[in-house]
């Protein structure tokens, strides 16, 4: 395995989040009746997995305490993960019929199936963080969450910059087939692919990539694979911060000269 050493220290680059691109036009699907009292409102929310990182866990923090401080009802369910659990979980939640579900979801295309069922139940569902696809629109009441395929692009110019524009990138993604980690991926490899187009002097290429799951010691493993499965790289893309922690932890401890450039979004 070699790394080909920049001379530069390890950076980690923080990108914000921005309006996404294309905005829901909306379900249209409000309350069957509406309350205005908020103490009166039951909110069903169902998670993607709340354990694994500190983003999820701060996130299911503030939704406790911003009912404890509103006074509604919230039930608050967790699909770890999984897809099949997630529909039962909004399944069970149309039953109960709450008056509102916010879902995030844990795949964008094969949640819709469900959200069409909320909508004929008269249930209004609110998006987070995660959008679904765009097919499924006219489903939910909004979305809230950032623009992720501008979060890839922002990644991808700062890693041009880091290598000046020549190198070979590994790159780490998040959960496999879920919206997130699709559009953090396009988002990347467009731009340095248009980047590429308009400027004959970047000659930089992905040239392998693996799964962190969201989660930091899987991220650490897939560091494991990339190492092995490539001669060298010269930067890392990661998904989000919590894999890109667990990545440098391998990586600064098997190689210790290492001075390789990590972006990553957030």
């Known amino acids: 395995m070699c790394i080909r050493d920049r001379q530069k220290k390890v950076k980690i680059t923080h990108v914000s989040s921005a309006v996404p691109s294309i905005k829901p036009k909306g379900s ?20 993607f997995h709340w354990k694994t990182d500190g983003y999820q866990k701060k996130y299911e923090q503030i939704i406790v305490q911003l009912a404890k401080q509103q006074g509604f009802t919230l039930i608050k369910v967790d699909a770890m993960a999984s897809l099949d659990l997630q529909i039962s979980q909004v399944e069970a939640l149309i039953k109960k019929q709450v008056d509102v ?27 987070v963080n995660t959008p679904i696809d765009v097919s499924g629109f006219d489903l939910i009441r909004g979305y809230t969450g950032p623009n992720n395929v501008e979060e890839g692009r922002l990644a991808a110019q700062m890693m041009i910059k880091a290598l000046n524009g020549k190198g070979l990138i590994a790159e780490i993604q998040g959960f496999p087939g879920y919206s997130t980690a699709i559009e953090r991926s396009l988002g990347f490899s467009d ?8 400027n004959p002097n970047i000659t930089m290429e992905i040239v392998d990539v ?15 694979h990339l190492a092995r499965r490539i001669d060298h790289f010269d930067g890392l893309y990661v998904a989000d911060d919590n894999m890109a922690v667990g990545a440098m932890e391998y990586l600064a401890v098997s190689y210790t000269h290492l001075t390789l450039p990590t972006i990553y979004s957030v």
């Open 210 to 224: 693996a799964a962190g799951y969201w989660s930091r010691e899987k991220s650490r493993q897939a560091a494991k």
């Open 101 to 127: 579900i916010a879902v995030w979801p844990v795949h964008g295309k094969k949640i819709l199936p469900v959200l069409m069922k909320a909508k004929q139940a008269g249930i209004p569902v609110l998006v």
């Open 28 to 47: 249209h699907v409000y309350p069957k009746v509406l309350k205005n009292n908020v103490a009166d409102m039951v909110i069903g929310f169902c998670g």
């Open 191 to 198: 731009e340095l692919d248009k980047q590429k187009r308009t």
